[in-house]
C-alpha cells in the first residue's frame, strides 16, 4: 500500500560561539527568545504529540517541525537573531531552511529504524508493569508502546491509520536518562515496523526535548 508524504520543514542555527547544550537548552532558548507563539512551548490546544523537536549536533542548533508549525518555523529565521543559555549568548550568524516532502504511514515492507537517542516509552504505569513482568513480556509492552507512539504522531499530522502497525524491536537495552533532576529510563533500540518514519521526528515522552529521535541503520537521524 503506497504511504502519504509528510511536509517536514528543519531549520538549522548556526551561532558565534557553537551553540552548547542539550535539546532542553535549545528549547529553552527558542522559547525565551519567542515566548509569545504556543507552537513553540508545545502548550498550544492540540494533539498531545509535540509538532517541534529541538536538538543540538555539533554545535549546530536544529528544529524540526510538522503539522501546524510549519507555517511558525518559517518565520523564525528573521526572528531569532541571539539565543541565551544561562548567563551565555549565542549570535545567529547563519540560519538555513530545508523542506522535505518525505514518506509517511503504512506500507507493505518492515522497514529498519534505530532511536539515536534513549527513547522515552514509560509512563508512570508502564513502569510499574514493567517492572512486574519478565523480559519476553517486557518487549510485547514496549512493542505496543511502540505501536501507540506512532499512532499520536500519526493523529497530531492528520493521518488516518487503516493498517494495524506490527513493530518488532530488533534489540533493546534500559539506558539511565534525567530530566530536570528525575532520574528517568530510557531505551536504546532497533526496531522493524510496516511504516515510513522521516528521519529526525520523535517518538515516545519528552520528543520536543531531543528524546526518541528517529533514524535509520547506517546513518545519522536528523
Request: proline content about 7%.
Amino acid at each position: 500500500m503506497p504511504s502519504e508524504f509528510l511536509h517536514v520543514r528543519r531549520l538549522q542555527l548556526y551561532t558565534v560561539p557553537p551553540f552548547q547544550g542539550s535539546g532542553v537548552s535549545v528549547r529553552r532558548a527558542i522559547t525565551a527568545a519567542v515566548p509569545d507563539e504556543p507552537l513553540l512551548h508545545n502548550h498550544a490546544d492540540g494533539p498531545s504529540q509535540p509538532l517541534v523537536r529541538y536538538s543540538c549536533q555539533a554545535g549546530v542548533v536544529e528544529l524540526v517541525a510538522i503539522g501546524a508549525a510549519i507555517a511558525l518555523a518559517g518565520t523564525l529565521a528573521e526572528r531569532l537573531k541571539r539565543l541565551r543559555v544561562g548567563q551565555n549568548w549565542f549570535v545567529v550568524k547563519a540560519v538555513e531552511v530545508r523542506d522535505e516532502k518525505l514518506p509517511f504511514g503504512e506500507c507493505a515492507e518492515s522497514l529498519p529504524y534505530v532511536f539515536d537517542t534513549p527513547w522515552l516509552a514509560l509512563n508512570e504505569d508502564n513502569h510499574r508493569r514493567f517492572l512486574g513482568t519478565v523480559e519476553g513480556e517486557r518487549k510485547q509492552l514496549l512493542q505496543r508502546i511502540l505501536a501507540g507512539n506512532l499512532l499520536s504522531l500519526s493523529k497530531a499530522v492528520g493521518h488516518n491509520v487503516s493498517e494495524r502497525l506490527v513493530p518488532e524491536l530488533e534489540w533493546w537495552e534500559p539506558v539511565p536518562c534525567y530530566h530536570k533532576g528525575v532520574s528517568l529510563v530510557g531505551f536504546r533500540a532497533a526496531f522493524r515496523v510496516n511504516f515510513h518514519v522521516p528521519p529526525g521526528l520523535g517518538l515516545g515522552k519528552l520528543v520536543a526535548k531531543g528524546f526518541g529521535r528517529v533514524g535509520s541503520p547506517g546513518r545519522e537521524g536528523g
